[in-house]
């Protein structure tokens, strides 16, 4: 019977923990190889690209600085936030995860930049230096403005969730007074009439 093409050999269930090892090894060495990948290039040519826009224009550095702070601090956060909301269905909260980490990309590469200590860093503040002057002072205000929009928000957002409980409360409140009310004249004319 063991020889018999019929009969279906015992496979391997699809989550076994040697096919998590397995997978979990991989994308461990994909994050790590992606890393100093990202590290050597990255910020060098976030650099480049912020310093061809802004061409040496301060104001404008600042300008651009600010909006793209503000922007790329705020859409991943609601991101974030979204992904948050999906926590029970980990597909769509892990697809808001990473459009949160696509749209934090910019702040993300000037943080590498600004933080960094290797060549690439070094190269992508001398070339802000020159190229962006303002983009690194005025990220950092939009970043601390796009944080306020986001929590501010958040604040404007719960409060207006909390004034319609408080309304949806107070007309229950009326309705059961405005009850007892009818039922306490009701009585009075039952006692009346009695």
């Known amino acids: 019977m063991g020889d018999d093409p019929l009969v279906l ?12 090892l397995i997978v979990g090894a991989i994308v461990l060495a994909g994050l790590g190889f992606g890393y100093l990948i990202g590290a050597a290039v990255i910020p060098r040519w976030w650099a480049q690209k912020i310093g061809d826009i802004i061409d040496g224009r301060l104001f404008f550095g600042g300008f651009m600085g600010v909006v793209i702070g503000a922007l790329c601090t705020f859409l991943p956060l ?17 697809t808001m995860v990473v459009v949160a980490a696509i749209l934090a ?14 060549n690439a860093a070094h190269a992508g503040e001398r070339i802000l230096d020159v190229d962006g002057p303002g983009f690194r002072g005025g990220s950092l205000v939009g970043v601390v403005i796009g944080a306020l929009m986001f929590f501010g928000l ?41």
């Open 9 to 20: 050999q015992e496979a391997e269930p699809k989550g076994s923990a040697k096919t998590k």
């Open 78 to 94: 609601v991101s974030l936030r979204i992904a948050w909301r999906f926590r029970k269905g980990a597909k769509r909260a892990l």
């Open 105 to 118: 990309f910019p702040n993300l590469a000037l943080l590498g930049i600004v933080t960094g200590s290797g």
């Open 154 to 194: 958040g604040g404007l957002m719960w409060s207006r969730r909390r004034n319609k409980r408080q309304a949806h409360d107070l007309k229950g409140d009326a309705k059961a007074r405005k009850a007892a009310e009818k039922a306490e004249e009701k009585a009075a004319k039952k006692a009346a009439n009695d």
